[in-house]
């Protein structure tokens, strides 16, 4: 069945960098668009950034543009976000999801799900 499981977060202080992963299996990877959202406590779900298929195309969210890069290695079925520039208010689970469609903010448009990786951010 398809998996997505997130890692690499954790606690860092304000400014400092964490790189999640996210591990997919059970579907054909290469041909999905993928996703990643955080959700802070008490908080909607909201999208951080996309990429599409190839990853020559993606969507990064105005709040985190210039500090969180996406990328993905289709050989090795895996998504990755690299964040820098780590703010308090980056304290959220985040998750990485699929899609078919392409580079899509809102989290109602994709199917599967991953089941999060706690990042918290101590200023």
């Known amino acids: 069945q398809v998996q997505l499981v997130e890692s690499g977060g954790g606690l860092v202080q304000a400014g400092g960098s964490l790189r999640l992963s996210c591990a997919a299996s059970g579907f054909t990877f290469g041909l999905k668009a993928m996703a990643w959202f955080r959700q802070a406590p008490g908080k909607e779900r909201k999208f951080v950034a996309a990429i599409n298929w190839s990853g020559d195309s993606i969507h990064v969210a105005d709040s985190v543009k210039g500090r969180f890069t996406i990328s993905r290695d289709n050989a090795k079925n895996e998504l990755y976000l690299q964040m820098n520039s780590l703010k308090s208010e980056g304290t959220a689970v985040y998750y990485c999801?699929?899609?078919?469609?392409?580079?899509?903010?809102?989290?109602?448009?994709?199917?599967?799900w991953g089941q999060g990786t706690q990042v918290t951010v101590s200023s």
């Open positions: 999801a699929s899609q078919t469609e392409g580079l899509i903010e809102s989290p109602r448009e994709y199917d599967h």
